[in-house]
């Protein structure tokens, strides 16, 4: 714990956190491939505590967790969704070195309810059982006021806390309302950005103000900075306090041990690796010894066999534990081996711990003695190591035809089996399945909402138009008209047959554009080559790198100029719509325009915009937005830019446009022609795209009209996941070569995207 004094007039007092942990079991299951298992854990500030506003609790967090494993040179090749359908999972993967990355939650700059979990963590997957216990640890900067003497000693109490993206103010009436310091404060900070800084002021009891400033330098994620106020009783004069600050520093999370993992079993037959559960073969006579090994750390106190089938025993024992009564009474034929060595586990300790092996041979003899039966034979083993934790396989064969197991003419796959991160949207989703008789005609997939009785049957479409014999044929079907952020649950179909497994899928959410109704503007300070001026913003921040929207305004404030404001000229709802209006300074077109981000700075004279802004990952069909578009004439065309534009000509009618994208991350536009840099649709971060662009007037005189503007996904859309959501919109469409028409209007408002 660190703790950094600081003296003023103030009041406060302390808190506690909380943090989780679980431990993780790895069963062995092998082939030409190895398998991982998973555990996995949310860690730090995971409890809801709630008065100030709606948070999230564990169950959402959980609920909502996205991880992904991905490959080394090859990508994604997995994606889970939520907790639950994590812990204790087992895939199959082919060896070489993996990334598991996950989160949940909401990264937000600054919030009172929005926190983040995020776990990054390499693994080299090997021949055999592998194991993973991922911890998604909470990835915010958390703040909290601790207060004391508020109501005697001081009133007006505000504690403002924040970085160059993002501030929240802990106001006197919260404040009263949480003594304990109970709510948080959630930070994500930006890159390179290590201080927070904080402003803390209020009025002693006789009125008199007194405020404090200063900086929590190299703050950590998953570590609580509390401001924790005390009256220092010595200090105390007539009308006042003199009060102590500690900005005490408290680490949410606590690191655990390793873990190892659980017994785990290896089966090979014939030089192939069994997959233990599934039945083997033995009807045609096909016999060959089956060799079964079992592995626990840190002893093997129990081994429990079972036999169920026609297996001839001795003594009429059905089971015993081999480690507590021996084998002697095990069927005669089968051969056992016992191993114990030691191995050096990479712990935090680096300890020695005893690794205990257990063969199983049965050999194809004793396999080919065992009498005809019309039902399978199947050995059990369940293992227990010296840690408590447990583990069960089976060994299943038939040796005549009847009891050779029917496969199931059809099944579905799991959405965690699908690496298309787009099949699941907020009103439809996209459920594969299996076609493994292809005699079968009527399949396809069951589904309804988790908490209803009645399941709807929708029909599967094959992915080829032709039906191999034998093959095994994959199918989907679209199911549409779903609700957002609701979990549903499908099953298979073929006939009168139905899946027994029931799967789960949950919508995402829909994203609600922050500012799109255009009702509240503000403005800011900015130093340009003419001094200070203030630059009209789009949204009530007055902070361009917080509002959700931002415009070339900063850059026109240099000649005096507007280009992008409030108006009530033409509107759909409220009071306000957006007027983008293109203009001209010393002979130079500057487009009129709007955008997700902020205006970076001017350089010379040209703009460097940051586009983009944090987005929650769904996947919309269209962007909808209502628009007049009023060209101008007499266009203007830079002589050094007509290169790079093909369709507008000198003297000629202007051109709008408005563009909407997916991306993985933000997106810098430059418009210095030595160091140029524009929108590039093909740039791998681009996972989705939509445009219109108007050579003409679009809209009635005097009136707003609807447009929809398509959004199209590419191919990468099925292996990465948008976390950002561009929209730019240019009265000019070629104002980043200064070229266009300075009488050229757009009106805007109501931006929504269509699920």
């Known amino acids: 714990m660190k703790i950094l004094n600081k003296i003023i007039s103030a009041s406060a007092v302390m808190l506690a956190i909380l943090s989780q942990g679980c431990v993780s079991e790895t069963p062995f299951r092998e082939g030409s491939e190895g398998t991982l298992r998973f555990s996995a854990e949310l860690r730090g500030d995971v409890t809801k505590v709630v008065t100030r506003a709606v948070d999230y609790d564990r169950e959402s967090l959980e609920q909502n967790l996205v991880v992904y494993i991905q490959k080394e040179n090859v990508g994604v090749v997995r994606k889970f969704i939520g907790l639950e359908s994590l812990q204790g999972t087992s895939v199959a993967l082919q060896t070489g070195h993996y990334v ?33 216990s991922l911890k998604c640890d909470i990835a915010n900067v958390l703040t909290s006021v601790n207060t004391e003497l508020v109501a005697d000693k001081i009133t007006d109490l505000k504690v403002e806390v924040g970085h160059t993206k ?12 949480d003594p304990k310091g109970e709510n948080k404060g959630y930070f994500m900070m930006p890159n390179g950005v290590t201080d927070l800084y904080y402003k803390i002021s209020g009025k002693s009891n006789d009125g008199t103000p007194f405020s404090k400033e200063g900086e929590i330098n190299g703050v950590l994620r998953a570590h609580d900075y509390q401001f924790v106020l005390k009256a220092d009783a010595s200090q105390i004069t007539q009308g006042g306090a003199l009060v102590k600050i500690e900005i005490v520093e408290v680490p949410v999370i606590d690191e655990e041990v390793t873990v190892f993992p659980a017994p785990s079993f290896k089966a090979k037959s014939a030089g192939e690796t069994l997959d233990l559960g599934k039945q083997v073969d033995f009807s045609k006579g096909n016999y060959s010894d089956v060799n079964i090994r079992i592995l626990a750390y840190k002893g093997m106190p129990s081994l429990k066999v079972s ?73 059990t083993f369940e293992v227990k190591d010296g840690k408590g934790y447990t583990n069960t396989g089976s060994l299943r064969f038939a040796n005549t035809e009847d009891a050779v197991e029917r496969l199931a003419p059809v099944g579905s796959y799991s959405q965690e089996d699908i690496t298309d991160f787009s099949a699941v949207r907020s009103k439809s989703a996209t459920l594969y399945g299996a076609l493994y008789d292809d005699s079968v005609t009527d399949f396809g997939i069951r589904i309804r909402e988790v908490g209803t009785e009645e399941w709807t049957s929708l029909p599967g479409e094959l992915s080829g138009n032709s039906r191999a014999a034998g093959a095994v044929q994959k199918f989907t079907v679209k199911v549409n008209n779903l609700k957002p952020s609701t979990k549903y649950e499908y099953k298979s179909y073929a006939g009168e047959f139905e899946e027994k497994e029931v799967r789960t899928f949950i919508t995402e959410t829909i994203f609600t554009i922050p500012g799109a109704s255009f009702e509240e503007w503000s403005t800011y300070s900015a130093q340009t080559l003419l001094g200070k001026r203030n630059v009209t913003l789009p949204g009530n921040t007055g902070d361009k790198l917080t509002s959700f929207w931002g415009s070339g305004n900063e850059g026109a404030a240099t000649a005096n100029l507007t280009l992008t404001d409030k108006s009530q000229d033409m509107k759909h709802s409220g009071t306000y719509s957006a007027r983008l209006a293109s203009n001209a300074a010393l002979g130079v077109i500057a487009a009129g325009n709007i955008f997700t981000g902020y205006y970076v700075k001017t350089d010379g004279t040209n703009g460097v915009l940051s586009v983009g802004r944090e987005y929650d990952g769904s996947h919309p069909s269209a962007l909808r937005v209502y628009a007049n578009y009023r060209p101008g004439g007499d266009v203007s065309v830079k002589s050094e830019n007509k290169a790079y534009i093909d369709d507008l000509k000198d003297g000629g009618t202007d051109q709008g446009q408005i563009y909407v994208a997916l991306t993985t991350g933000l997106y810098e536009i430059r418009t210095n022609p030595s160091d140029r840099k524009l929108f590039e649709v093909d740039d791998p971060s681009v996972v989705a795209y939509g445009q219109v662009t108007w050579k003409e007037a679009f809209g009635p005189d005097g009136q ?10 590419k191919e990468n859309a099925k292996t990465l996941l948008p976390t950002h959501l561009v929209i730019v919109c240019s009265a000019s469409k070629f104002g980043d070569y200064f070229c266009g028409s300075k009488e050229s209007v757009m009106y805007l408002d109501d931006f929504e995207l269509i699920y």
């Open 100 to 132: 598991v990355e996950g989160w949940t939650g909401d990264s937000v700059s600054a919030s009172f309810d929005k926190k983040f979990y995020y776990c990054y963590q390499p693994i080299d997957v090997k021949e055999g059982s592998n194991s993973i």
């Open 166 to 177: 993002g501030a929240l103010t802990f106001d006197y009436e919260n404040i009263l309302a």
């Open 307 to 379: 036999f169920s089938g026609n297996f001839p025993t001795v003594g009429g024992v059905a089971g015993l534990d081999v480690i507590a009564d021996g084998t002697a009474m095990l069927p005669s034929g089968i051969v056992t081996q016992k191993i114990e060595t030691e191995d050096n586990v990479a712990t935090s300790e680096n300890e020695t711990v005893n690794v205990t092996e257990y063969w199983f041979n049965f050999p194809a003899s004793y396999l080919a003695s065992l009498p005809s039966s019309s039902e399978e034979y199947c050995i």
């Open 704 to 713: 707003l009209q609807e447009v929809t503007i398509p959004i199209e996904y």
